[in-house]
């Protein structure tokens, strides 16, 4: 993965509906949710969602199939992993054991 496709990514996530949803649909598992059933247990405007599911869509993170008059929305587990390995890739190759393990130390704001 490249940076830029990780940081597209990632800032679909930023946001805490699209974040909401991408976490329901997780929880949901693979046969996922419908767009209604989306939008009962978040409680947002049908616009609304629609606005937020076309970038986790377009971005590559949830995947949508029509099922007759209905939407099913899916979470695509490779993007999600892929992406989230990405931020983990080199994770502590420069830290000793003894840095990983010490409590992180409180900075002060003054």
Same mark, same amino acid.
Do not use: W
């Given at each position: 993965?490249? *940076?830029?496709?990780?940081?597209?990514?990632?800032?679909? !996530?930023?946001?805490?509906?699209? !974040? $909401? *949803? /991408?976490?329901?649909?997780? $929880? #949901?598992?693979?046969?996922?949710?419908? *767009?209604?059933?989306? $939008?009962?247990?978040?409680?947002?405007? #049908?616009?609304?969602?629609?606005?937020? !599911?076309?970038?986790?869509?377009?971005?590559?993170?949830?995947?949508?199939?029509?099922?007759?008059?209905? /939407?099913?929305?899916?979470?695509?587990?490779? #993007? *999600?992993?892929?992406?989230?390995?990405? /931020?983990?890739?080199?994770?502590? #190759?420069?830290?000793?054991?003894?840095?990983?393990?010490?409590?992180?130390?409180?900075?002060?704001?003054?």
């Amino acid at each position: 993965m490249d *940076i830029e496709t990780a940081a597209r990514r990632l800032a679909e !996530l930023g946001n805490s509906t699209r !974040l $909401q *949803i /991408v976490r329901l649909l997780l $929880q #949901a598992g693979p046969e996922g949710l419908s *767009i209604g059933e989306l $939008q009962s247990r978040l409680h947002v405007p #049908a616009s609304t969602l629609a606005f937020h !599911l076309r970038g986790l869509v377009t971005r590559g993170l949830v995947h949508q199939q029509k099922e007759g008059r209905m /939407v099913r929305c899916t979470p695509n587990y490779a #993007a *999600i992993n892929e992406t989230l390995a990405f /931020v983990k890739e080199n994770c502590c #190759a420069g830290a000793s054991v003894d840095e990983l393990t010490r409590p992180a130390k409180r900075r002060s704001l003054s």
